[in-house]
């Protein structure tokens, strides 16, 4: 396969999803609004959710700028540009991915109202999300063949420096510029996300918990009452952290396990042909396709989706939304499997010769990278069904958490605990096992391929994750403009299935990080190796040893900084809400000051983002440079092994935490329900979930992502100026 | 130094602390035990304690037996006598420490009635303590000393098998003796810890919990009152677990470390001797000297805490108990250093030679052990003090937690897991470094006697450890025998220091451990590497990477186990209590059937330890089975990777919840006190974290150095039977 012929094409099919992308997002854009009562709150919610990302934006683009300006002087002169590259593609699926959902939420409601058809409704809902979802591809893929595009493709053996190299000969950084610009491109979409995440978490759960104290605590008033001043925040923070964040999580994701195949690809040929020179021409045609092959699987991929997506916007809808959202992702999966195959056999059919050493690692010729992506298609998928056993009021977890409910508060929170320690077990095993599989079949590069095979629908994915947060707040709206009662027994039906996509879209998420993060580490480990020598990563060597405590003991810290900042938020809004509280107000006379609410939450945020995220840039950086690149690549190998069970931990407990607390407000629970000693204890589970799962969990995947992507970048300089080297 | 003399000096120093030790034992049994409703509620607790121990070690003498059985026929065929031997020392110092301390606590509280002098009542409350403290070090190398003795010291060439090998030639499984009979006999001592700690851990918080629920939540009684009938249970729960479990536990860390420093002795020697085999000679005295200075160092340490006790002992003390603790500590380790220097020189001074490629690892010479020894007792006294500092309410962490308790329940549990989190950087960091500079001074086999430096005057950190225990059933016995207030005076300021020194013990227990265990992984890869080959535990491959990320899965089920043993108790003996608590017993005209209750948290607890403490043993077994040696070690790294940092969360965060009540409770909090809702959050609090530091934390340490110390015993059968050899 010609590979600039496979990248025009690459370039085609994401263009033409663009194009299906903006259709649909005007199509939306047109719906009728509802009620004039829906048109104000919906527009409170857009422009507030607005008004934080561009604050949230202006913060960053500092942060950006100057390492993009570093990269450009001492990494590599063009990896300034695609680093920007990156960080442009990841803002604008956020910016797209939110305003759709803010245009979706209002129109689903309305939707329901107007047609009375849970059928009807659940296409509105799955097309605002199918907008983020297949932007986070589209963009993702768009940008990376762009990158490929403008430099003619990946090189294995061209050097170049930065800017200072050009000026001065003893300037000693040299580094391989391919490798560099697909690993800033992948850096830039990382540090959109880390930002994106850590604000948004706080935002939303400081919001959200302020108001709880102020309801629950302070004052006696029922949960979301329009007398709370921090209600409205709280509503605007689930696009913020559910559409916006979650976007620029899985591109991340997604771009970095991309980034990672073909750094592996380039690595393992410049490792074979050190070896066996002999048969330079014929290995020449594998490095064609195995740096090919990941943008063609990735392709495959958002054809699929499109498929899936598409019919689901043609077709007529049943009255199972959990039917119809669960046949978009198995026809996606399927056509992504489907193509895959003639892919792999197309890119690798003709170039794998016998001959060669490199055979033996491909122990099923060119089905090898298959069915290395079919592991990480289907490991995905039995995470999701894990995720939902353990956080769903159907099954035995999340309802014996709900029984123990009427013990008091300690015994939730400790069951809780227990929940979520055991809920890591069985994806962590399926994991290994993919892990096995991929490796033995196909070696590093299938780990990296099955890394991608999992990402590869991720537009699916991303599309019926977002519908969970459109549902919610087309619920939320529906009640707090008080529409019919039919049309909220509609968009609760839509919200419960929200519900468990959410959770699934977050056992997706950490799953997908897991993976990618190991090809990640194993791409950094080839990048520090001398083509040739055998790849080492030595746990029996102190320095690597240290290494691996001390970066599972950063996790840990991590958590306790997002946690501290969202408590400390908290507070300060709840006291502020306390102030705005007057007689007043609370007699109904007068409305709160909900801008001052919103301006206050976007300003905590951002002004707490910045440390964690600067600790993950730092991090691989002074941890190389006092120590070298072992002791980092043991940094990231125990940041990656306490990550990943925590991650899972927090989601998990959190998602339980949350449906025990729905089931017993359900009346589900025989003699407890609403205003009960077992409802308060319920609600004390749920709250202590909220920064668990929405602040600590799902950052905790980006935060190992982007520490191994900036020592992926990194690695040549701390090669260089490391004190052991 | 002629190894057979130094094992008998060894020798005559155990045997003189071991009488040492019964003369106190028996001084202590001597003293009056003060009015008779105090000789008759310590009688309750005495026979109670009793009772549960002989019912463990009926359940636990069939497991050890069997295992002795397969370990002397199938792997070597004095092993299961060396394995015996350990499981014996550990039941032998639990029983000791545990009686001494039934003894001594109600003593304790008789010399405050008696004399009202604070120093003489921490004369007796310490005498107590250093019997278990000296006995955990005494019987520990006094086994020690006797496998050396009796099979003649260690050997680097010889090989053996089990006794079926003895009679079919096709039996394949060889190993060496020496090492085998060391990893055994740790392996002895490991296993009984493991039990101990689990069950002890589930008997105590069960008995604890289910007091709270019932006086708490089902009726409304004060703290410890006596128609609750769980509350005996509760008093007996603080001796199994604090004494028994601790003395066993910290006796399984010291003999690993002994083990583990001594295996890396012979290993370095048989892979140097392999690359430089022209200096056989002299490689053979650094053989003598390398598998002997443990056992010597272990000696001055041992003579250390001899006099640094024996001189609390005799000294008139002052009113600080804090001071005289502290003191007694820095006169242990600061002997044990001077010894160590004296032991170092004497030991290696002559033998190393700049002939051979060994002396270029000892980078300082004979004093190269010395300095990593000093390495880990300075990280062992300052992880002592930021344990401090996150748990007692005079600094800062504690305070805050304090703080937040009038914003409710879930603030209380967020705020804690953040400090839980939080302080498990600072202590890691310290491992880390002292791990780095160990391994860079002296190379692997300074990272062992790095961590036995740790524990070389684990009789002094016992010692100490175990007044707390004494102090807090003291304070107990005289509130429940109404002594008067002066006398409660006395024995709530020890009670307040023994909380400071418990809370010190764990962080130092856990800091062993982690010492502990990255010895035995690296004993462990040496016992696995062919001799003369690079020792590798290569994390970049796909197989030690699933275990890795497997290893800290495990961890965390583990918890998971753990937790909910310990609720299911937990509510099974509310409910059991429940039916107890007729009207007659409530209006105080009945008593309830207290035996009833110790009987069943007996019974409740050894039916429940058998799995986890069953899991630690088969993992290696059936992983390396699986999947071979070097997935084991991934599986160790990775689960020792996420338990050091989980351990110490569960501590501190355990501790800070159950000092914030505390300083609620002595009205620091100003506005706040008793019956408040703030301190009826910081209960909540107490209560989760009782079951992560008394249950959970203590048992991880135990779960990750029983793993490694049965894959060291392992090794050669993985070798042999696993399916990817």
């Not at 074979?272 to 064609?288: G, P």
């Not at 519900?499 to 791409?523: E, Q, R």
Request: hydrophobic share 45%; with cysteine.
């Amino acid at each position: 396969m010609n590979p600039n012929y496979a990248w025009l094409i690459v370039l085609g099919v994401t263009l033409l999803s663009m194009a299906y992308i903006f259709w649909n997002y005007f199509r939306i854009k047109k719906m009728p609004e509802g009620t004039p009562e829906m048109v104000e709150l919906s527009g409170i919610i857009r422009s507030g959710s607005e008004t934080f990302l561009k604050t949230e934006f202006k913060s960053i683009i500092n942060v950006v700028l100057v390492v993009a300006v570093i990269f450009t002087l001492f990494i590599e002169k063009t990896c300034g540009i695609t680093f920007l590259m990156g960080a442009m593609m990841s803002s604008i699926v956020c910016v797209l991915g939110m305003k759709s959902a803010t245009y979706a939420n209002v129109r689903t409601s309305n939707k329901a109202r107007e047609s009375l058809s849970i059928g009807e409704t659940v296409k509105v809902a799955l097309c605002g999300g199918s907008i983020s979802g297949l932007a986070v591809q589209a963009f993702g893929m768009f940008g990376f063949v762009l990158v490929l595009l403008i430099w003619q493709g990946v090189s294995h053996d061209s050097s170049s420096t930065g800017v200072v190299g050009l000026f001065t000969d003893s300037y000693a950084l040299t580094c391989n510029p391919s490798i560099m610009r697909i690993s800033t491109y992948s850096l830039g979409c990382s540090i959109v996300a880390m930002f994106n995440r850590v604000a948004g978490g706080n935002y939303t759960k400081a919001a959200d918990i302020s108001s709880d104290i102020l309801g629950k605590i302070r004052h006696d008033l029922p949960e979301d009452d329009s007398r709370i001043p921090n209600t409205i925040a709280d509503f605007i923070g689930d696009n913020v952290n559910d559409i916006a964040g979650n976007c620029s999580d899985l591109l991340e994701s997604f771009v970095a396990t991309m980034s990672a195949s073909v750094m592996i690809g380039i690595t393992v040929y410049q490792d074979q042909i050190a070896h066996d020179s002999a048969h330079a021409e014929l290995y020449e045609n594998v490095f064609n396709a195995s740096t090919l092959f990941p943008i063609i699987l990735a392709c495959c991929g958002l054809i699929g989706c499109l498929v899936g997506l598409g019919l689901a916007n043609v077709k007529k809808m049943s009255d199972n939304p959990s039917k119809e959202l669960d046949l978009s992702t198995w026809i996606s999966a399927g056509f992504t499997i489907i193509l895959g195959g003639i892919a792999s056999y197309l890119v690798f059919g003709g170039v794998l010769f016998k001959d060669i050493t490199l055979y033996d690692s491909f122990k099923i010729g060119w089905a090898s990278p298959w069915v290395s992506s079919i592991m990480g298609i289907v490991s995905g998928v039995l995470i999701g069904v894990i995720t939902e056993y353990y956080t769903s009021t159907d099954h035995r977890p999340t309802r014996e958490l709900a029984e123990i409910c009427p013990e008091g508060e300690a015994f939730v929170v400790t069951k809780g605990d227990a929940i979520g320690s055991r809920s890591c077990l069985a994806p962590i095993l399926i994991i290994g096992v993919a892990l096995i599989i991929s490796g033995f079949v196909c070696g590093f590069y299938g780990i990296a391929i099955s890394a991608l095979g999992m990402l590869a629908f991720v537009g699916a994915t991303v599309s019926i994750d977002a519908f969970g947060p459109i549902a919610d707040n087309a619920g939320g709206l529906a009640e707090a403009c008080h529409l019919p009662h039919e049309v909220r027994q509609i968009t609760d039906k839509l919200d419960a299935v929200g519900n468990t996509t959410a959770a699934i879209g977050k056992g997706f998420a950490i799953g997908s990080a897991a993976f990618a993060t190991v090809s990640l580490i194993l791409a950094y480990v080839e990048n520090y190796t001398e083509p040739g020598e055998e790849l080492t990563l030595n746990f029996a060597s102190f320095l690597v040893v240290a290494g691996g405590i001390i970066g599972g003991a950063l996790v840990e810290y991590f958590c306790a900084l997002l946690t501290d900042n969202t408590i400390d938020s908290a507070k300060l809004m709840a006291d502020e809400g306390d102030k705005q509280m007057t007689d007043e107000v609370l007699a109904g006379k007068a409305k709160p000051d909900y801008n001052k609410m919103i301006a206050m939450a976007a300003k905590e945020a951002i002004r707490k983002m910045v440390l964690p995220s600067v600790l993950a840039l730092l991090i691989p950086l002074v941890g190389g440079f006092l120590f070298g690149v072992e002791f980092v690549g043991g940094l990231l190998v125990g940041a990656t092994i306490v990550a990943i069970p925590r991650a899972i931990f927090m989601g998990n407990s959190g998602g339980a935490f949350d449906n025990a607390k729905k089931y017993i407000e359900s009346e589900q629970l025989e003699g407890y329900g609403k205003g009960t000693a077992a409802h308060k204890a319920s609600v004390t589970g749920d709250t202590v979930g909220d920064t668990r799962k929405d602040v600590v969990g799902v950052a905790l995947d980006i935060f190992i992502k982007l520490m191994s992507t900036v020592a992926n970048t990194l690695a040549p300089i701390i090669k260089t100026i490391s004190l052991m080297k």
